[in-house]
């Protein structure tokens, strides 16, 4: 495919991303060769890893997520820069820590305010389109299992650290969180809102729970999809098939809002499933029968090989296919 | 004055700064604004500080003073990256690290190379210039005072941790260092070619240790200057008067090499030599005949207020005079 300049393109369709973590990526990086004009709505849940470290001793917002999708939109011509963004270090006093994490920090620092942050970092990566924190506010996730039980923190529930064999009956954040207005602002303005693929209870529906966001989505104008994932993930979406997300997504959002939901439904070799069935990690199925709203989109979305996960051009060609 | 655009210039006149510290910076940023290639030579020599705690967990030269050479070369226009490369960490595990230093190793490992991370460093920094380390190998200071007792390292002389009423009879590099055949280059094809200010021991000398750059000197056809220090400094240079720094420059480089030598005549009020003096820290005088080479250039260098260090425009325009 030849890629199309998006400055000589008059009033290119705005696609706006909501998600977290790899799902984003893959989403982004697919649809940053078609001529539309790309936000990404980032969950600021995580606690984990480098990010949690970084919370921990900074106070600031989780910017892991916000730099693999600065990452995906960042100029292909300077590969050198997004590498270096994306290091990370295995020694000393930094071990552990993406070298974009420890700039954002500093440009934090710097600018006094997380946004200006993400903002000047955008720039220095020269980033192709928008990557915008769902919230400014400082929260944490908890899920309530089914017992009763309630996990703190977004990594406890994501590894996960609870018994596996329990449900996720909700999941909330503590304290309450307000919409970032320019996220409000970009969702209500697209002509295109892709929900997912991404962890369903960490990365996806963690933007639901921020206040002003789930309005924004049932107002906006713009075509709605989520992107089901690929395979099912042991104490979060257990034995789930593409009805259980949309069901869980539509507790959060309302029936009837979104329009389409992208699923796979090629089968990935045995062989391919092999390392997924130790992990207790399964092939997501059809589960169900999806006449009305949301249409569903089946096809084969699956990389060839590797990690069974969604090829970025066969997913943004089907996206790019609802504009 | 105004400023004029390099690019415009036919051939400019080159223009290479030897040195280490806040010397070199002062001497660029002055300079900057004249039509000139400039190139900074940087001793390798450091060992304080964060640059200290970078060169033993990752075994990497010392990027701090690469670092403020680079941010006086980076264009005006782009202050907030500048600004992020000197910012200094005061929490967490990066406390006392400046942004620019942690850069610098995550190009080392990710090019493999500390050159390459120097080169691309200065590409994001937009750096007018080039900042060459004077040996890309690893060695370390030391020091012989008059008692014959050695200090290793160049914190440790240049705090000093030794009895500062004893002179610095030598200092030398162990192991040995070769030059960076980058640096001799620039030397060799400068046409003007600048020593200090800096310190004299810790900044200046350290670069004509290096094998290969004093003879490069000695053989390159550009104007030599020198510029003496403002001030002495307790236990490196106390009571030295502007005879003195030459005969320890002259001592590394040879007789009869300098063509110049700036040296500061303007006293500073008692006011604001105070604090110096608690410090153990004088005015440097003349203290000799200046009537063959270097010829001494005499005036008022330094700023108006605050630190008696040099004047970047004052310095510059003396310097510019002798191309």
Redesign the interface.
């Given at each position: 495919m030849r890629r199309i300049h998006k400055s000589k393109i008059k009033n290119p369709k705005k696609v706006v991303v909501i998600g977290g973590g790899t799902g984003v990526f893959t989403v982004l990086s697919g649809l940053k060769k078609y001529p539309v004009e790309l936000s990404a709505v980032i969950s600021m849940a995580d606690d984990g890893g480098s990010t949690g470290?970084?919370r921990e001793?900074?106070g600031i917002l989780p910017p892991g997520d916000l730099r693999r999708a600065m990452v995906a939109l960042a100029r292909t011509d300077n590969k050198?820069?997004s590498?270096?963004f994306n290091?990370r270090?295995?020694?000393?006093?930094?071990r552990g820590?993406a070298?974009g994490n420890?700039?954002l920090?500093?440009?934090e620092?710097?600018?006094g305010s997380f946004e200006d942050a993400v903002e000047?970092a955008g720039r220095?990566l020269n980033v192709q389109g928008r990557v915008i924190p769902v919230t400014l506010d400082n929260v944490e996730l908890r899920a309530e299992l089914e017992d009763g039980a309630i996990v703190k923190g977004e990594t406890n529930i994501d590894i996960p650290k609870h018994d596996s064999s329990l449900k996720i009956k909700k999941v909330f954040l503590k304290p309450h969180a307000s919409g970032n207005p320019k996220a409000i602002s970009v969702i209500r303005e697209a002509d295109l809102i892709i929900l997912g693929p991404g962890d369903l209870f960490t990365s996806i529906i963690p933007n639901l729970l921020v206040r002003g966001v789930g309005r924004a989505i049932r107002e906006a104008k713009g075509t709605k999809v989520f992107v089901v994932n690929t395979m099912t993930k042991l104490g979060e979406t257990t034995d789930f098939t593409a009805r259980d997300f949309l069901d869980a997504i539509e507790k959060y959002l309302g029936k009837g809002v979104l329009d389409f939901a992208v699923i796979n439904t090629k089968k990935p070799s045995p062989e391919r499933l092999k390392e997924y069935a130790r992990e207790g990690k399964q092939v997501v199925g059809l589960g169900g029968n999806f006449q009305k709203k949301p249409v569903a989109i089946t096809g084969d979305f699956v990389r060839k090989s590797g990690f069974v996960r969604h090829d970025p051009a066969r997913l943004a060609k089907v996206l790019a296919g609802l504009l």
């Open positions: 470290v970084l001793e900074f050198l820069l590498d270096l290091y270090f295995r020694e000393g006093g930094f820590h070298f420890i700039m920090t500093a440009l620092r710097l600018t000047e220095i």
